[in-house]
């Protein structure tokens, strides 16, 4: 069973820079899983934010950014703003075909 | 404008039968691949199934040979027929476009499996 491993929770100040990683247990993320970020909000559906590791959406805003960091997909937020405060999931493809959420990040902006 | 709109939720017994739908408006539905995930109370997203636009299927090792996913391209309709339900299928159960991106969700309707 391949699980794919987030930060369950990480703080951040008001404009300052934090990264999630996500990481899979079968080794090293590469740009061959496709790595994407969700944003959830609490009563809210998730949206997406980042594809194939670092692709954005039209609705992306520009402080998000997405990387491979240390064999480990990454999502940096840069300037963080209080509205951020959301749950965060990585999804990886694995074979091109399944696909399989992260246990998702409790990022708090205190 | 895209939008996905799930129903055919509610409360069902265990290892009773439950039918979901998606209904898809603003694109042309048969161009693009469809999930279905879901998210138990309190818990993290779990992907469940895809389905192509030529009709090839997966599904997570959870679900298999237990739900089917289908669709119908005419009616720009998703559906998602689950079978022997167990109360860990308790879950609000959301469907997606995917298009490089799970990029459009919907608001995702909600399974109760409960005696």
């Known amino acids: 069973q391949t699980v794919v491993t987030q930060e369950p929770s990480l703080t951040v100040s008001p404009g300052g820079t934090v990264t999630l990683t996500c990481a899979s247990s079968t080794g090293a993320v590469t740009s061959g899983y496709y790595p994407n970020w969700f944003q959830q909000k609490p009563g809210q559906a998730p949206r997406a934010l980042i594809y194939s590791t670092s692709n954005t959406l039209p609705w992306t805003p520009a402080r998000f950014s997405g990387s491979l960091l240390g064999g480990k997909a990454a999502l940096t937020l840069s300037g963080v703003q209080p509205e951020d405060e959301a749950e965060y999931y990585c999804l990886l493809y694995f074979g091109g075909v399944q696909r399989v959420f992260g246990g998702g990040t409790k990022l708090t902006v205190l | 404008q895209v939008q996905l709109v799930e129903s055919g939720g509610g409360l069902v017994k265990p290892g009773g039968s439950l039918r979901l739908s998606c209904a898809a408006s603003?694109?042309?539905?048969?161009?693009?691949?469809m999930n279905w995930i879901r998210q138990a109370p309190g818990k993290g997203l779990e992907w469940l199934s895809y389905i192509t636009s030529s009709g090839s299927i997966d599904y997570a090792d959870s679900v298999k040979g237990r739900f089917t996913i289908s669709r119908d391209n005419a009616k720009n309709l998703l559906f998602l027929q689950m079978d022997s339900l167990g109360v860990e299928d308790t879950a609000v159960y959301y469907c997606?476009?995917?298009?490089?991106?799970?990029?459009?969700w919907g608001q995702g309707t909600l399974v109760t499996v409960s005696s």
């Open positions: 603003g694109f042309t539905f048969s161009d693009y691949y």
């Open positions: 997606a476009r995917e298009d490089f991106s799970l990029d459009y």
